[in-house]
């Protein structure tokens, strides 16, 4: 942390794979890029090198509510208020075609903020464009219904808007989690305060300004770089704040909605941890499950919070299963997020990598066995070989706490009754899978599993029109689909009485 003297509010940057473009660094509030007010900035890091890149500038308490008065202005009196629905929602598709414009560097921003493979990245924007589209359609098409209740009146719904939300995105999916989160707050009419993650500002900013240059008025979408503990803090507390969303882990969830609850009561919506399991019946075709088992846990270099980090196989099929998964997963590419050939990039920074390691170490010392990687990778920036444990046990840490990294565990079940109880011994429920020819078992485990989302044959098969969230520590509400629309509305009963 330092002064932001030295700190200008635009930087011309030169990435590693040649894009040159210009980097906004000042916190973006009420349509403009402006300092903090107590002249606070923070380094940037690149994962892949441990170098620091840049400076931002840093949102503090004082910087929260100048953007949420901005915010509240914009939604009682600025052109906001007075926008139709089919407007709003013109300039998320404007948004949106603005990110397809600007496809290679936002990719490019995320590989070089976050670590991730710019293949990956590619396909986070192109997920960010379907995102905004999505909820540009949906825009005017939010409305109540006529509810009959006899001759002496007339009586309808209302679903408006809730006002200022504050929204905290995670550093995994940065431009991912924007759009997640920008998309229905504003389809519904809502004016938004967004934190970035700490670890990865850069995208945020440079989508702000698109959205200046898409038409948004002043004051309705804020973006803010700032830590968790300042800024954060000030968001889920602040009284004029209404609605709070938030990604990131269970325990700082915990902390947002014990914050939302002494202030005002705001609306909360949580999408947190997990541990979910990626189950393999013996009558799975065993190549495909590799695949899907792959993709599951080193997707993203392991930090997803829906990762398939409990590998659960049928007995008849283990040791098959786990030779041909070592190979795979020693076949997966790891390095430079810049080299199109890389699924596997950095994690997010040096306390990341710690913490991973520190699991791996655990695992250890708990008695499993580790098949593959288990160590660093390369001698510059936090990369970590995909590692697979096997001869674990219910109880070990590495099967009961989320690690957040490329790190799994593999285990046998002997039949659906025992991978059930297996699947369902957490305290979370983001994700699972199942991997079986038959519908019938296919449609039994889905039914039966404590998850918000099932994937059959495949993994990580997200959609912006698929409902998105968890059950018990994994949150609360639902991200994506029409389902996210409810967190971002409130219904007005209007009944008229016609004697």
Not at 248 to 261: E, P
Not at 381 to 408: A, H, L, Q, W
Not at 426 to 443: D, E, F, I, K, N
Not at 445 to 473: D, I
Request: hydrophobic residues 40%; proline residues 3%; contains cysteine.
């Amino acid at each position: 942390m330092s002064s932001t003297a030295s700190v200008p509010l635009f930087q011309k940057f030169k990435l590693p794979n040649g894009v040159e473009y210009e980097q906004p660094l000042g916190l973006f509030i009420n349509g403009e890029f402006v300092t903090g007010k107590e002249g606070k900035a923070f380094e940037v890091v690149n994962p892949s090198t441990g170098k620091v890149v840049g400076k931002v500038h840093e949102a503090t308490a004082t910087d929260v509510d100048i953007a949420v008065d901005a915010a509240e202005t914009a939604f009682y009196d600025g052109p906001w208020s007075k926008m139709s629905s089919a407007d709003r929602g013109h300039l998320l598709l404007k948004l949106a075609d603005l990110f397809e414009e600007n496809l290679t560097i936002l990719a490019s921003i995320e590989a070089f903020d976050n670590g991730k493979a710019i293949q990956l990245a590619k396909g986070d924007i192109g997920a960010c464009i379907g995102c905004l589209r999505y909820y540009g359609g949906w825009a005017d098409k939010i409305h109540g219904k006529v509810i009959e209740t006899g001759s002496g009146s007339f009586n309808f719904t209302k679903q408006e808007p809730i006002g200022v939300c504050g929204q905290i995105i995670p550093w995994n999916f940065p431009l991912l989690m924007w759009a997640w989160k920008i998309g229905p707050a504003i389809a519904c009419g809502n004016t938004v305060v967004l934190k970035t993650a700490e670890q990865t500002p850069l995208g945020g900013l440079f989508a702000a300004k698109l959205c200046k240059e898409a038409g948004f008025p002043p004051g309705v979408i804020n973006i803010l770089s700032g830590f968790g503990r300042t800024a954060g803090s000030a968001i889920a507390s602040h009284m004029k704040i209404h609605k709070v969303a938030f990604t990131g882990s269970t325990l700082v969830g915990r902390q947002i909605m014990k914050a939302a609850a002494e202030s005002n009561l705001k609306k909360v919506t949580l999408e947190l941890g997990g541990k979910s399991p990626n189950i393999v019946f013996e009558d799975a075709d065993i190549d495909r499950a590799v695949e899907w088992i792959n993709f599951g846990i080193y997707y993203n270099a392991g930090q997803c919070c829906c990762a398939g980090s409990r590998i659960y196989v049928q007995e008849s099929i283990y040791d098959k299963v786990i030779e041909a998964f070592k190979k795979r997963a020693q076949a997966n590419v790891v390095g430079n997020p810049f080299d199109e050939a890389t699924f596997q990039g950095a994690q997010v920074s040096e306390a990341q990598y710690n913490r991973i390691m520190s699991y791996v170490e655990l695992g250890k010392k708990e008695g499993a066995t580790v098949e593959v990687g288990g160590e660093r990778h390369g001698d510059e920036g936090y990369f970590i070989k995909p590692t697979v444990f096997s001869n674990v046990t219910e109880d070990m840490r590495i099967m009961k706490e989320e690690i957040f990294g490329p790190v799994c565990a593999i285990a046998k079940f002997k039949d659906l009754e025992d991978v059930i109880s297996k699947g369902n011994s957490t305290s979370y429920g983001l994700a699972s899978a199942v991997h079986t020819r038959s519908l019938s078992t296919a449609l039994e485990v889905a039914n039966r599993l404590r998850a918000g989302t099932v994937w059959v044959n495949s993994y990580n098969a997200l959609h912006w029109a698929l409902p998105f969230g968890g059950y018990g520590e994994s949150g609360i509400g639902r991200e994506l689909g029409k389902e996210a629309l409810r967190n971002y509305t409130q219904i007005k009963t209007v009944s008229v009485n016609l004697s």
